[in-house]
T-cell receptor, first 109, second 115 residues
Framework: QQPVQSPQAVILREGEDAVINCSSS?????VHWYRQKHGEAPVFLMI?????EQKGHEKISASFNEKKQQSSLYLTASQLSYSGTYFC??????????FGTGTRLKVLA | DTAVSQTPKYLVTQMGNDKSIKCEQN?????MYWYKQDSKKFLKIMFS???????INETVPNRFSPKSPDKAHLNLHINSLELGDSAVYFC??????????????FGEGSRLTVL
């Protein structure tokens, strides 16, 4: 039931790009993306409400394919500050908000 | 002002003890949650409350008892602590809009260690 993210972990050099995928076995009405730095709480990055919608946040953008029940997060020209664990999240029933399995991203200098 | 605050930040205790974690939000949100994050970093929903009413209890052992005295507060009491309860517990709040959940705001987390 929990959305599955891939890859589980990725290591990048500064300036490289990465894609994180989120797949659900259930219909998605909306997808959120969060980043959690080590020892901190998750922080909201963006929400995608419509199928096919793409949104951007600095050099981080995302797409949402409602038909495929998937969302992808794109990190361009990664910076050291991008390191952390990324989660997709979605509503799974009334007042039930669940998170994906998480993707650990480490950016090296 | 901190939007969602939870206390304490750290708890270290012995098996069998009882402990409580408090959470307060000043965002005026209707919905509050408790999540458990284990060592593998999975964020698992435990409970959700809407306007101080329990909505979701995600097959959590009844040793865990949430209480919401009003819609701004959601506390978590844990009885007879077990080793497997060691984790970081996050409180969060959001505003629901129909089928969609608004952005979740998280507390700093409470790291529980059971010895």
């Amino acid at each position: 039931q929990q959305p599955v993210q891939s890859p589980q972990a990725v290591i990048l050099r500064e300036g490289e790009d990465a894609v994180i995928n989120c797949s659900s076995s259930k219909a998605l009405y909306s997808v959120h993306w969060y980043r959690q730095k080590h020892g901190e709480a998750p922080v909201f990055l963006m929400i995608l409400l419509k199928g096919g919608e793409q949104k951007g946040h600095e050099k981080i953008s995302a797409s949402f394919n409602e038909k495929k029940q998937q969302s992808s997060l794109y990190l361009t020209a990664s910076q050291l500050s991008y390191s952390g664990t990324y989660f997709c999240g979605t509503t799974s029933g009334t007042y039930k908000y669940i998170f994906g399995t998480g993707t650990r991203l480490k950016v090296l200098a | 002002d901190t939007a969602v605050s939870q206390t304490p930040k750290y708890l270290v205790t012995q098996m069998g003890n009882d402990k409580s974690i408090k959470c307060e939000q000043n965002l005026g949100h209707d919905t509050m949650y408790w999540y458990k994050q284990d060592s593998k970093k999975f964020l698992k929903i435990m409970f959700s409350y809407n306007n101080k009413e329990l909505i979701i209890n995600e097959t959590v052992p009844n040793r865990f008892s949430p209480k919401s005295p009003d819609k701004a507060h959601l506390n978590l009491h844990i009885n007879s602590l077990e080793l497997g309860d060691s984790a970081v517990y996050f409180c969060a709040s959001s505003q629901e809009t129909g089928k969609n959940t608004g952005e979740l705001f998280f507390g700093e987390g409470s790291r529980l260690t059971v010895l």
